[in-house]
């Protein structure tokens, strides 16, 4: 491989980690204000609305939301510095999966949404591994 070559490519990567790092920025910020707006109005609109068991299931995809935004912020840090961008991807799937599986159980009561829920879950465990695998490889390159 030629130094151009080498430059090109590794351009490309710094490129495409610099744009995840956006992507994971801005999603972390949207999803933690949505969390805090999801908590709000289970606090306030549907506490009357719903059972307890299923406000308390309501709470839980809003705090789950809340800790994986928080954790988009950590990825986008990665992608930039180190180049992975799997944690990312892991923790807005899983926030699909695992929160709005619950969002939608809690609000339409539809029981079988519950199967859904752990495939959130494992994405989170994934995501975390990720984001550990990213710090701990250090350096740019490859997904992590």
Not at 110 to 134: H, I, K, S
Request: glycine share 14%.
């Amino acid at each position: 491989m030629t130094d151009t070559a080498f430059d090109e490519g590794w351009r490309a990567r710094a490129s495409d980690g610099a744009r995840a790092a956006r992507t994971f920025w801005a999603a972390g910020c949207v999803l933690a204000c949505l969390a805090v707006a999801a908590g709000a109005f289970g606090a306030h609109a549907l506490r009357a609305r719903l059972a307890p068991d299923l406000l308390a299931v309501f709470e839980t995809a809003a705090r789950y939301q809340m800790y994986h935004a928080l954790a988009l912020l950590a990825a986008s840090y990665a992608a930039a510095r180190r180049g992975g961008t799997a944690a990312g991807w892991l923790f807005i799937g899983g926030t699909v999966l695992f929160s709005g599986s619950l969002y939608l159980l809690a609000v339409t009561g539809v029981r079988w949404l519950g199967a859904v829920t752990p495939l959130g879950g494992v994405a989170f465990l994934a995501g975390w591994l990720a984001l550990a695998r990213a710090g701990w490889r250090g350096g740019t390159g490859g997904a992590a």
